[in-house]
């Protein structure tokens, strides 16, 4: 799966690859570098402008792995144990809000011209009456 790490010595975060083992998840830069999160000690996290970035992070935060790729998910579930489970969980409900708040998003940025010229139209009708046009 693809994403980023983000660490002490690159703060602005590295492309890397992400891989869930049965212990683990490791995130592998482009240069060869390797970091782990233990993933009994793993915090997760809902995120991301869109909501649907995944936050795996260390326990003393020095390791964050970021990922928007949707296996990642299922991966982490067929692994996780009850507290990974519950993080899981939250991560797909804000998923779903999310999913659901920009599809409301969408449909009124695409009625914004619309209704634009509506108002418009109505106020361009009132100017001619009213000036006796």
Do not use: K
């Not at 970091?35 to 003393?60: K, Y």
């Not at 067929?78 to 993080?87: G, K, N, P, W």
Request: aromatic share 6%.
């Amino acid at each position: 799966m693809r994403g980023r790490i983000y660490v002490a010595e690159a703060p602005a975060g590295l492309a890397a690859s992400i891989d869930v083992h049965p212990d683990r998840v490791e995130g592998r830069a482009e240069d060869g570098r390797a970091w782990i999160v233990p993933l009994a000690e793993a915090e997760l996290e809902p995120g991301g402008f869109e909501g649907r970035h995944v936050f795996l992070r260390s326990a003393d935060r020095a390791v964050t792995l970021v990922s928007d790729d949707p296996a990642l998910v299922p991966a982490l579930e067929a692994v996780a144990d009850a507290r990974l489970r519950s993080r899981l969980d939250a991560v797909v409900e804000h998923r779903r809000r999310h999913a659901r708040r920009t599809t409301v998003e969408r449909w009124l940025y695409r009625l914004r011209y619309p209704v634009l010229l509506a108002i418009l139209a109505g106020l361009a009708a009132w100017l001619w009456r009213a000036l006796g046009a």
